[in-house]
């Protein structure tokens, strides 16, 4: 791997790695300062890309006259982000509608 990216290698490496290779009678092995020795970063691998969220689908728009359908539908009391609620359900404004 480090001769693929052309990183350098400490001597204890570099000794080990003539151990095994010597025993390769063939194979020539370089000798000590025969390559320029270039240090170089390992590349960084691309992060990979987030999957997209699906946006939700869009809430059913909910619609109450008055407190007597809100308790007809079960729905009561009704806060605030809940479908239905509105400001005009909610008389004393404390975020909680047909209480």
Avoid: F, H
């Avoid at 790695?17 to 000590?32: E, F, K, N």
Wanted: glycine share 8%; net charge positive; hydrophobic share 35%.
């Amino acid at each position: 791997m480090k001769g693929k990216y052309a990183l350098w290698v400490t001597a204890a490496e570099r000794d080990a790695m003539t151990r095994v290779l010597s025993a390769c009678p063939s194979m020539t092995l370089p000798g000590p300062g025969s390559a320029p020795v270039v240090a170089m970063p390992p590349r960084t691998r691309r992060q990979p890309v987030p999957a997209r969220v699906q946006p939700a689908p869009p809430a059913v728009s909910v619609y109450y006259d008055n407190c007597t359908a809100v308790r007809a539908a079960g729905a009561d009391p009704i806060s605030t982000g809940d479908p239905g609620y509105s400001r005009k359900l909610d008389r004393d404004g404390d975020g909680v509608a047909c209480e």
